[in-house]
């Protein structure tokens, strides 16, 4: 019989794709070319990410704690304003979120990804900038959106402030930021100028604010080493990385749609992380597919009736979580004098919230697999920094494999990098609104450095 699972070495990580094993037998020798292949780009730092849990030099760990611990020292924050966009927001994002309960440095984090002007105003509404570090993180230095929010920044700050309370994550040598940075002598952090955004999470873009956070950055990337540590060590027809992905190109003509579904509330925003570096790193050529993010079991109450029983052309990647390290059991109803008539509150004592989600899953699974639709999982330990290493780490590699097994490259955007050129000519071509003279950078602008 057949091995349909399997647990990726010493990470806390389980694959089981049992669910969408067909008549699809792996092609040893393709997966074999194409990891080849790959592992050419990994090692030529085409695509630093691989490398990043080994060498500090990439992932910049020490640099990151260091800085954060700097700032740490001070005890002046309490909040940070993150501004980013992209793998330059959605991973810090779904970092923290999922962390939070292990953060111990009790700064608030406020992650602005997006220009909207009502979100801007409401944010630094509950904001005091004598007490808040600005962080402003993009790869190229030249991010329309960033770069607007940031300017925004300097100037709600007050120039008397830029030198010790904001601080520039981006290339270590070309951009804007990185030239204002400079110039300016502001605090800095250099992303490898071989890891693209959406990779990032193994860079300071990740690693700044965990540290600054107070989660482990150790930890992370030692989940990150272990998962790599298995596919170096791991056959490549029997890796269930590379046998997944086979599998995901094998059903594309026919289901090219990707539902992620973490049973985990602290994961939800890890699944858009997911859409941005599936969507972003397979959709090109003419190929791709359309990942969707959705969370258990809320939208058992939304998508399950479409996953069963709509168009055949879907997939659904489960993600769980074994271990909580408080279930919360659920208390028998109170003061019910005959407890037979509730019969749905007599089924539920005893049980655990814990053990109620995971039933949710395996019941979802159920379903489909007995209406002959594909899906396969993911199984978390527990969650905590080493599990959120592995489980970034996982992800990226399989994204990296699928598009070099599809004969794609997985770490362009042409079409992005389109959209900017359009932004900049339209941003050239309408006329701005005259500029305020008392503003923090218009007098930058007069002013000697």
């Known amino acids: 019989m057949a091995v349909t699972a399997s647990r990726l070495g010493s990470a806390p990580i389980t694959v089981d794709w049992s669910g969408i094993i067909g008549k699809y037998a792996p092609d040893a020798e393709q997966l074999t070319e194409a990891w080849t ?36 020292k001070k005890n002046q924050f309490t909040d940070c304003l993150f501004l980013g966009i992209g793998g330059s927001a959605l991973g810090p994002l779904s970092l923290l979120s999922a962390l939070q309960e292990k953060s111990t440095s009790g700064i608030q984090f406020h992650i602005l990804d997006n220009p909207d002007p009502i979100d801007w105003k409401s944010t630094l509404s509950q904001l005091k900038p004598h007490s808040t570090l600005v962080c402003s993180v993009t790869k190229s230095g030249s991010t329309f959106e960033t770069m607007a929010q940031t300017l925004l920044a300097l100037e709600w700050l007050g120039r008397d402030r830029w030198k010790t309370q904001f601080i520039a994550i981006t290339d270590p040598v070309q951009g804007d930021l990185r030239a204002f940075a400079n110039q300016e002598g502001l605090p800095s952090l250099s992303i490898a100028p071989s890891i693209g955004g959406r990779f990032s999470v193994f860079t300071p873009v990740g690693l700044f604010p965990a540290a600054l956070a107070g989660i482990s950055t150790q930890a992370i990337l030692l989940g990150a080493k272990q998962v790599r540590d298995y596919i170096e060590k791991t056959p490549v027809e029997k890796n269930p990385l590379f046998i997944l992905a086979g599998e995901l190109l094998h059903h594309y003509p026919k289901r090219p749609i990707h539902i992620f579904m973490p049973y985990s509330t602290r994961l939800k925003s890890f699944g858009n992380w997911f859409v941005q570096l599936w969507g972003e790193s397979l ?10 993010a959705a969370i258990g079991s809320t939208d058992q109450h939304s998508i399950l009736q479409l996953l069963r029983d709509g168009p055949d052309d879907k997939i659904t990647c489960f993600l769980t979580v074994d271990h909580v390290d408080d279930e919360i059991k659920i208390p028998a109803a109170p003061y019910m004098p005959d407890r037979k008539i509730y019969a749905g509150f007599r089924i539920l004592e005893g049980h655990t919230l814990h053990q109620l989600l995971n039933i949710e899953q395996r019941a979802t699974s159920l379903v489909l697999t007995k209406q002959g639709r594909p899906q396969f999982s993911f199984r978390l330990d527990r969650i905590d920094e080493r599990s959120l290493g592995a489980l970034f780490f996982t992800f990226s590699t399989l994204t990296a494999f699928t598009g070099t097994l599809w004969d794609l490259n997985p770490f362009d955007q042409p079409g992005v990098e389109e959209v900017k050129i359009y932004i900049r000519q339209s941003l050239s071509q309408e006329k701005p609104l005259p500029p305020d003279e008392n503003n923090a950078v218009s007098r930058l602008r007069r002013e000697p450095s």
Do not use: M, V, W
């Open 37 to 72: 292949k790959l592992k050419l780009r990994l090692h030529s730092r085409d695509a630093g990410f691989y490398d990043a849990p080994l060498q500090p030099e990439i992932s910049q760990i020490h640099e990151s704690q260091n800085l954060a611990d700097s700032f740490l």
């Open 283 to 292: 959709g090109k050529d003419g190929k791709g597919f359309t990942p969707l």
